[in-house]
T-cell receptor, first 113, second 112 residues
Framework: AQSVTQLDSQVPVFEEAPVELRCNYSSSVSVYLFWYVQYPNQGLQLLLKYLSGSTLVESINGFEAEFNKSQTSFHLRKPSVHISDTAEYFCAVTSNPGDKVIFGPGTSLSVIP | DTGVSQDPRHKITKRGQNVTFRCDPISEHNRLYWYRQTLGQGPEFLTYFQNEAQLEKSRLLSDRFSAERPKGSFSTLEIQRTEQGDSAMYLC??????????FGEGSRLTVL
């Protein structure tokens, strides 16, 4: 069975500081990895995904994540956060695009002015 | 806008009553998913469909929960004999099977 661990439930960080949100997964088969974001009072939306190819993937708003198979990790990073990045971030995994997606418990990122 | 829509957005019911939620996916999406989310937790998988076929249902899901997608378009999630522990946000998502899920804004259930 697949599972996702996000060890940090809350991450406060000052504006313009770097941030890393940790994600580890367990799976006995191939994995496809995602980060979803939920802004206050909005629905979940995809931030970035790893399906194949380069292990480093980027979002349009400056986040990046790196798939590390040996460490079974898919940590999310941003070199300089903005107030608007305040949100819940969920790491997710599936064994096959289109099949069920398993989500982690989420990390609440709070950017402090 | 042709995003995923869910109805009702909020439902308050008494314990023991039945409730039904509806989800209208993005029109060309063949896959439809139901999740449940409680405060401070990530979405918990309930079930998903490819067209009208229900491909998987969570083993954690009580027999009081049933979902249908009769014509491969909209879907309904019914909860019979509701319990206070059913109080949660029920999320619907759809996809083309490429991995990206498009979520609706959810249906919040409160069981008194």
């Amino acid at each position: 069975a697949q599972s996702v661990t996000q060890l940090d439930s809350q991450v406060p960080v000052f504006e313009e500081a770097p941030v890393e949100l940790r994600c580890n997964y367990s799976s006995s088969v191939s994995v496809y990895l995602f980060w979803y974001v939920q802004y206050p009072n909005q629905g979940l939306q995809l931030l970035l995904k790893y399906l194949s190819g380069s292990t480093l993937v980027e979002s349009i708003n400056g986040f990046e994540a790196e798939f590390n198979k040996s460490q079974t990790s898919f940590h999310l990073r941003k070199p300089s956060v903005h107030i608007s990045d305040t949100a819940e971030y969920f790491c997710a995994v599936t064994s096959n695009p289109g099949d069920k997606v398993i989500f982690g418990p989420g990390t609440s990122l709070s950017v402090i002015p | 806008d042709t995003g995923v829509s869910q109805d009702p957005r909020h439902k308050i019911t008494k314990r023991g009553q039945n409730v039904t939620f509806r989800c209208d996916p993005i029109s060309e999406h063949n896959r439809l998913y139901w999740y449940r989310q409680t405060l401070g937790q990530g979405p918990e998988f309930l079930t998903y469909f490819q067209n009208e076929a229900q491909l998987e249902k969570s083993r954690l899901l009580s027999d009081r929960f049933s979902a249908e997608r009769p014509k491969g378009s909209f879907s309904t999630l019914e909860i019979q004999r509701t319990e206070q522990g059913d109080s949660a946000m029920y999320l619907c998502a759809s996809s083309l099977g490429t991995g990206e899920l498009f979520f609706g804004e959810g249906s919040r259930l409160t069981v008194l």
